[in-house]
């Protein structure tokens, strides 16, 4: 039978015998104190190297009280747009030695609430990303998570900035494009009624309405999904609507997909627009018109503004005024999903 060999871990007491310091004193040095004497902190240094002593980082990160981590909570991984902000928020932490913890409420607005608090007490500060919950409860929750950087919606919860994207102008420009096309009926395939971002565009399509009397918009329910756009083609055929404005890219390709299943030319027959630009928009069939985000600067600016806030002292929230809010506006992309309508060519 082979000999079981047990090994010892070396530990900040071995580290304090060999330097002849106490404990405390090891872990200031280990932790970068600069109130150490200059000679004894040397002598710690060279008794760690010469027991290959290696800090265990969870312990130096409770002692710091800190854990270079922040928090990401999205409403659902799987989609590119938020893939984009979360690339973003962690390249741009990385390069300040910070990573992130990611969890996806899977369009379930009851679990934010926890998910964000389990990321909380597990990281520095937390990014909510399009939280779906309700205006109080976000309200309520927001000083809970401090730091907290919201993404798509806003809250007057002292010290909790926001970054934006005007969706309502990104909506107005693509309706404008489809209706300078000679489009007259146009019909907007929403998103979750629970997102902040389906509501801007439902302003912005109002206030489109309000200033073009002769042009009819319908509004059907759908979801944020490729299949959500697949199912809505239904809805749209029967329409009459010659013009059509889908939630996002992924709702405007699966509603592609069953066109071209029942035969519809795509822009002959009908004109389509999605909503983001992430990378797939460019290669459909035909390669999909869309308001372009800068999302991945979106992300940025998240982490930019989370730093901020890891980087005042403790009291400032209380003395910050106003939340920062900085907004993005979306860019119209005209590619070959649309054109004129049948007989206007």
């Known amino acids: ?32 104190n600069q109130t150490v004497d200059a000679q004894i902190a040397e002598r710690v240094r060279i ?30 991984l799987g989609n590119p747009t938020f893939q984009g902000v979360l690339r973003g928020v962690s390249r741009a932490a ?37 939280p779906r919950m309700g205006a109080a409860e976000l309200e309520e929750l927001a000083p809970s998570l401090h730091p907290l950087v919201l993404v798509n919606r806003a809250t007057n919860a002292t010290g909790s900035p926001s970054v934006i994207v005007d969706y309502g102008r990104g909506i107005q420009d693509l309706a404008a ?18 997102s902040s971002s389906h509501r801007l565009r439902l302003a912005g399509l109002d206030a489109f309405k309000a200033s073009h009397s002769g042009i009819e918009v319908q509004v059907f329910s759908n979801g944020s999904t490729f299949e959500d756009g697949h199912s809505s083609a239904g809805d749209v055929l029967a329409s009459g609507a010659t013009g059509i404005m889908a939630f996002n890219d992924l709702t405007a390709m699966g509603l592609l997909s069953a066109l071209n299943e029942r035969g519809i030319r795509v822009p002959e027959d009908l004109s389509v627009t999605g909503f983001d630009d992430i990378p797939f928009a460019r290669y459909t069939t035909p390669p999909l018109t ?7 600067d979106v992300g940025e600016q ?11 002292a403790p009291n400032a929230a209380a003395e910050a005024g106003e939340p920062a809010s900085t907004t993005f506006t979306p860019t119209l992309t005209v590619r070959g999903s649309t054109a004129p309508p049948p007989g206007k060519g």
């Not at 494009?177 to 629970?194: I, K, W």
């Not at 869309?290 to 991945?296: D, F, M, N």
């Not at 998240?302 to 005042?312: G, I, P, S």
């Open 1 to 32: 039978m082979a000999k079981r060999v047990r090994t010892t871990r070396t530990g900040i007491s071995d580290v304090a015998a060999r330097a002849g310091v106490s404990l405390a004193t090891v872990s200031r040095v280990m932790n970068g």
């Open 47 to 76: 008794a760690a190297s010469e027991l290959k002593y290696q800090p265990n980082p969870t312990g130096r990160n409770l002692a710091r009280g800190k854990t270079d981590t922040i928090g990401v909570v999205v409403p659902d």
């Open 94 to 130: 990385a390069q300040d030695g910070y990573r992130v913890l990611i969890a996806d409420s899977s369009e379930v607005s009851s679990e934010e609430a926890i998910l964000a608090g389990e990321a909380r007490r597990r990281c520095d500060g937390v990014v909510l990303c399009a």
């Open 177 to 194: 494009h489809l209706v300078g096309l000679g489009h007259t009926r146009l019909a907007y395939v929403a998103g979750p009624a629970s």
């Open 290 to 296: 869309t308001a372009t985000v800068p999302i991945q």
């Open 302 to 312: 998240a982490w930019a503004q989370m730093k901020e806030l890891l980087n005042r």
